[in-house]
């Protein structure tokens, strides 16, 4: 027999359709912290040192969809199918595995994503460390429920796994339990799952029973208790998703509050793991930071706004109810109350963008402000130029957007429309209403306003013939 040299690979168990949930996804794709929970639980074990190769995933129940989930280069997948148990499981991952390969595999689950590198790392140092064949995580628990207890003989030598269902009341008051992690020899694990049978209360192959094979060939067993047994909980159920949901937020709050944010309201202040936050800054209540968002030092939310992937500079202001994506805020600009920035928007610096202003692949020049009422798509604006409230870019001909550019220190009045494609220079301006359909050049005035015209005492006439109306009022008489 060839000796372990050392290596380790993974197999990660995810084909369960996981029933509790109530939900047509696997569970495994339901979102944690803002992505699939497996997506965790698979950094997790590449993240050991050294890392695991290869890291085989255990698919089934929405095998395509779960491996599209993982944009994780050199994992390999496994369909298991149907899904006859744990062991049965690993039988399939093992089988993804080169025959050459003879190290320690490591197992554990897709839907179990608390679970950190550190902890692996350490399960992997104690089991090496060992010298034992088969070594598994147990943690204690004052309600072990319906988990499988761990049955040690007098001498304290873990004997074997018995499942909650097929344990006899004694072993169910057994409160060390089996977390379903595992680093089993690649030789002996291949050779045990061959041994496996089906003979318990479900009928189905259980990973569990490798212990008792090994411990009746001699073999070393360990079972390693992990100190943190929130580790290892896993996601059987909506409400457990929403209690690690909530716990993964809290500790994202706690680590920002620590490092000098202030979090007015931290219960409803919605931070992703990725977002960066300079200290000073201070986050209003219903706030959601999610994805890689950057906040610079003293940046203000004042509350409800709605973030994602949005770097803003150093003291900006964002007012009551700013909604932006995938965008730039230049630094000390001052957005809303009411915007919406979508994505492609980047600010200079130092702009203002005002109620009801909405954005799209547009840029602004510093200082450059719209302070009411806009629509600016596919826009760019030169430095300290004022759009006037009501202005529109009319960047979508129905088939195809344009572009509509504008130079520095324009004064683009009210309510004027730029028919995109167009340009206007620098020093312009626009009077209010205008309709530009070409080109302005740089110093220009421009309009396009209807003359004025009035009729002198047209209004007294208006009434003169409303006259039975019973307030005299404009106000149609009704019908009855
Ligand atoms: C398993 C263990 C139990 C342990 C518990 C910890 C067995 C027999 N029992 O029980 O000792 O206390 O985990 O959580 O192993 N899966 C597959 N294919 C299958 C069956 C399961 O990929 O055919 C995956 C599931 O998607 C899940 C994991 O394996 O991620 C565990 O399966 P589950 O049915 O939840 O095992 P438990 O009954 O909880
Ligand atoms: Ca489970």
Sequence with gaps: ??????????????????????????????????????????????????????????????????????????????????????????????????????????????????????????????????????SFISIMLDDPAAYGRVIRDESGKVEKIVEHRDASPAERAIREINTGFYLVDSVLLRSALEQLKPGNAQGEYYLTDIVAIARARGEKVEAWVAEDPAEFAGINTREELANMEAEIRAAVNRKLMASGVTLVDPASAYISEQAAIAPDSVIGPNVQILGACKLGEGVRIDGTAWLSNVTIGPRCHLKLGVRAEDCVIGEESEIGPFANLRAGTELAGHNRIGNFVETKKARLGRGTKASHLSYLGDATIGDDTNIGCGVITVNYDGYDKHRTEIGDRCMVGCDTQLIAPVKVGSDVYVASGTTIIREVQDGALVMSQHPQREKAGWMATWRERHADSPDGSLKRKKKD
């Design 1 to 134: 027999m060839t000796t372990n040299s050392g290596a380790v690979a993974a197999i990660i168990l995810a084909a369960g359709k996981g029933t509790r949930m109530r939900s047509q996804r696997a569970k495994v794709l339901h979102e944690l912290g803002g992505e699939p929970m497996i997506r965790r639980a698979v950094r997790a074990v590449a993240a050991v040192e050294p890392s695991p190769d290869p890291i085989v995933i255990v698919v089934g129940h929405q095998a395509r969809e779960v491996e599209a989930a993982l944009n994780f280069h050199g994992a390999r997948f496994a369909l298991q199918e149907p899904q006859r148990g744990t062991g049965d499981a690993v039988r399939f991952g093992i089988d993804k595995i080169s025959e050459n390969f003879n190290g320690d595999v490591l197992i554990t689950y897709g839907d179990m994503p608390a679970i950190t590198s550190a902890t692996l790392r350490a399960f992997l140092e104690a089991h090496q460390k060992s010298g034992a064949r088969l």
